[in-house]
């Protein structure tokens, strides 16, 4: 079974840096784009990056400039960089990723379980 494991979250001061990781683990078959979303309370879940297999990235305009997005395909992991953190920042933060599965030959989204990133002083 396919498990995405999220980690790296916490508190962090206005100005603060904090790195997520998320590891894919189980019987897969191919590991494809892989992305950050975060849910703020109250709000609904917001796309922040994504990164394909082959490096290219995409980051949402209140993120870019300040988040990194990249990954280690030989560890199926997916990492984002969070720097110059505001207190909007603050969000439960959820991994995702396409993948093929073992045994199947279509690509299917999984969701890892989030990891909360406050942004206070």
């Known amino acids: 079974q396919v498990q995405l494991v999220e980690s790296g979250g916490g508190l962090v001061q206005p100005g603060g840096s904090l790195r997520l990781s998320c590891a894919a683990s189980g019987s897969i078959v191919s590991l494809n784009t892989m992305g950050w979303y975060r849910q703020a309370p109250g709000k609904q879940r917001e796309w922040v990056a994504g990164?394909?297999?082959?490096?290219?990235?995409n980051y949402a305009d209140s993120v870019r400039g300040r988040f990194t997005i990249s990954r280690d395909n030989a560890k199926n992991t997916v990492y984002l960089q969070m720097n110059n953190l505001k207190p909007e920042d603050t969000a439960v933060y959820y991994c995702n990723a396409y993948l093929i599965p073992s045994g199947g030959t279509a690509l299917k989204t999984y969701w890892g379980q989030g990891t909360r990133v406050t942004v206070s002083s």
């Open positions: 990164i394909t297999r082959g490096g290219s990235t």
